[in-house]
């Protein structure tokens, strides 16, 4: 089993709408977790990091569960220049120690 | 702001040749991650380090070697490279002692070998 897992979709959203997926982890001792978007050939950009807590950061918002293991990112009013691949970041944040991409998640917002 | 660059962004070699990539941290952090990225997957880790030591390692063949020099800088060496080998490779850095420790991705260097 992978260490962190996500739906590889694509999520195909009407401009406007709301979209969330999730994304699990299989190591009970993760505790750091980051949402990054990542355009096609392009480089991961940080979206958001996940507190414990839950955070939103305008039309985005992450969740963290850590009794399923999973973390989730919810987008509302979807917008056409939300089209991207939508990758979970996760592991045991310490000096250095490897973190793991899910595979992914597509999402394609549609007019 | 200065951001994580990396060299060259483009790179062809032949099999059995070797590369070399480059990576120049954003200034004051100590952590550095070398990722690759094949065709229609998501980013493998391969190598990380602290501080200038090596922290973590991940699915990194042993043809490849890495190390962060006194100045952070980070290079990873990749011998007898084989088809196989061609991916985006990228290198993040972070800062340990930052609020929530984010790495933040350089743009990457494409390497194709023929």
């Known amino acids: 089993r992978k260490e962190v897992e996500q739906d590889p979709g694509p999520f195909n959203v009407p401009e406007g709408a709301t979209v969330a997926f999730n994304c699990t982890y299989s190591?009970?001792?993760?505790?750091?977790f980051f949402w990054y978007r990542q355009d096609c050939r392009k480089e991961p950009k940080l979206l958001m990091s996940v507190y414990s807590s839950g955070n939103e950061d305008g039309r985005f918002t992450a969740q963290l569960n850590r009794a399923s293991q999973y973390i989730s990112l919810l987008i509302r009013d979807s917008k056409l220049s939300d089209s991207a691949t939508y990758l979970c970041?996760?592991?045991?944040?310490?000096?250095?120690?490897?973190?793991?991409f899910g595979g992914g998640t597509r999402v394609l917002v549609k007019p | 702001a200065a951001g994580v660059i990396q060299s060259p962004r483009h790179l062809i070699k032949e099999k059995r040749e070797t590369a070399t990539l480059k990576c120049y941290p954003i200034?004051?952090?100590?952590?550095v991650y070398w990722y690759q990225q094949g065709p229609g997957q998501d980013p493998q880790f391969l190598i990380s380090?602290?501080?200038?030591?090596?922290?973590d390692k991940g699915s990194i063949p042993d043809r490849f070697s890495a190390q962060q020099f006194s100045d952070y800088h980070s290079e990873l060496n990749m011998s007898s490279l084989e088809l196989g080998d061609s991916a985006l490779y990228f290198c993040?850095?972070?800062?340990?002692?930052?609020?929530?420790?984010?790495?933040?991705f350089g743009e990457g260097s494409r390497l194709t070998v023929l």
């Open positions: 380090f602290y501080e200038k030591m090596q922290s």
């Open positions: 190591n009970s001792a993760s505790q750091s």
């Open positions: 970041l996760g592991g045991i944040w310490a000096a250095g120690n490897k973190l793991t």
């Open positions: 200034p004051r952090h100590d952590t």
């Open positions: 993040a850095s972070s800062y340990l002692a930052g609020d929530t420790g984010e790495l933040f």
